[in-house]
């Protein structure tokens, strides 16, 4: 078994997707082994982010990140990391494949509805960050 990390975005969280979203996680045959509803903070965001930090889009993306809450999960699966990136799409909503999260919920770069570990090192890492 694999575990990886997911966040439901605020915005989606804000547009009452969590229900539809966990929802997806489950019927894909995700554990979800832990969950909880916080309100991210600075360091926790610019830790999680450290990779895109000097990006154009990072000071927004820690911004929207902080500003309301969202829900954080520890999802385990056999190939969890792959899977979970899967069945979120790609990351701009525009380009995700149809019946993906990103293409349900999500409405732009920015608001690409959920976030997922793209490695199984890089969820070691998130997860320790919030678990
Ligand atoms: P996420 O999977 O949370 O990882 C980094 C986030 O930065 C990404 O989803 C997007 O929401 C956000 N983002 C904003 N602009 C860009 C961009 N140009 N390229 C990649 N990610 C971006």
Known sequence: MQQTFAIIKPHAVKS???GKIIDMIEAAGFEI?????ITMNQAQAQALYAEHEGKPFYNGLVSIMTASPLIVLKLQKNEAVALWRELMGATNPANAAQG????????SLDENAVHGSDSPAS???ELAIFF
């Open 16 to 18: 009452k997707f969590s």
């Open 33 to 37: 082994v832990e969950m909880k509803k």
């Open 100 to 107: 993906t999260i990103r293409a349900l919920y999500g409405n």
């Open 123 to 125: 969820a070691a890492r």
